[in-house]
């Protein structure tokens, strides 16, 4: 399990740190990625909502399955 505290540097100054939570479960041969990325602001989450698939879930899949 990896737990951080996490922002933008588009969060404002009021804004809580985030808390990003990632845990791991073994599946099989095969091992299944957990997230929970908690305290997004609300202004930010439709920005950081596509930013995780588009910036890291989209590649580390093409990555891992060897495209």
């Known amino acids: 399990m990896i737990v951080q505290t996490w922002r933008s540097s588009d969060f404002r ?3 809580l740190d985030s808390v990003l939570v990632l845990w791991f479960e073994k ?3 095969d091992a299944v990625v957990n997230m929970t990325h908690a305290n997004v602001p609300d202004h930010q989450f439709q920005a950081l909502k596509g930013g995780w698939d588009d910036f890291y879930w989209k590649p580390w899949k093409e990555f891992l399955s060897g495209k």
Do not use: R
């Open 27 to 29: 599946k099989g041969n």
């Open 13 to 15: 100054s009021e804004d």
